[in-house]
């Protein structure tokens, strides 16, 4: 079974996906073990205690600069023995430090189809803001490991939804929250669990 570590900063909705998928049996060859919060009162802690998963605090704001925060998330990434870190709506982009020793064990969730509206500055309803405002009329989710730099790593399983007339930010986080990252977030865990992606040349593929 392989140790997951799932990192975490605000509400948890894909956290609560992975916990409903590994009770569920979608989730094979894996548990959640612990999960970190950048931030003291993110409510995915609660999610995480109602179902009895140890969990940490590193303070985001208690760090002066990445680097300094990247060494305290390693460090605890290391005591609880991770197989896999998986940032699900974390906030805060780790230093080489991190993302060098646990080259293609850490992956994450991006809202949106990467390479588009990625990268530093993009996250949350900002990624939806700014897809909304390009007027594209498709989006989605993306599930990629994570290297040095912010939202470039090899993806793994990509999701699409249409944009429709009308949508605000709230509503297309919504549509792609429910019909892609809650999927194929869980399905992504499961297929790394179980030793079925596979790098070539830098890219990811499914066994
Ligand atoms: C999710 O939409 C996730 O894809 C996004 O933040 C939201 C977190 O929601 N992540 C990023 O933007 C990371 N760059 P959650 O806390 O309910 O899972």
Redesign the pocket.
């Known amino acids: 079974m392989k140790n997951i570590v799932v990192l975490?900063?605000?509400?948890?909705?894909?956290?609560q996906a992975l916990i409903d998928a590994e009770k569920s049996g979608i989730i094979k060859g894996g548990r959640i073990t612990c999960v970190i919060s950048s931030n003291p009162s993110a409510y995915?802690l609660e999610r995480a205690k109602n179902n009895d998963i140890p969990t940490r605090v590193i303070p985001r704001r208690e760090y002066s600069d990445s680097v300094s925060y990247s060494k305290a998330v390693l460090a605890a990434l290391n005591e609880e023995k991770a197989d896999l870190v998986v940032?699900?709506?974390?906030?805060t982009i780790l230093d080489e430090c991190v993302t060098n020793e646990y080259a293609y064990k850490i992956i994450?969730?991006?809202?949106a189809l990467i390479p588009s509206f990625c990268g530093e500055g993009?996250?949350?309803l900002k990624?939806h803001e700014a897809a909304l405002a390009y007027g594209v009329k498709v989006s989605g989710?993306t599930i990629h490991f994570v290297n040095e730099k912010a939202?470039a790593g090899a993806i793994i399983l990509q999701g699409v939804v249409d944009v429709q007339n009308g949508d605000t930010p709230e509503i297309l986080?919504k549509r792609?929250?429910e019909n892609v990252?809650w999927k194929l977030l869980p399905k992504a865990v499961s297929l790394f669990c179980q030793d079925r992606i596979e790098i070539t040349d830098g890219r990811a593929y499914i066994k």
Do not use: C, K, R, W
């Not at 994450?108 to 809202?111: K, L, T």
């Open positions: 975490v900063s605000g509400g948890g909705t894909n956290l995915a940032l699900a709506g974390f906030m994450n969730v991006h809202p993009y996250y949350g990624v989710a939202d986080q792609i929250m990252e």
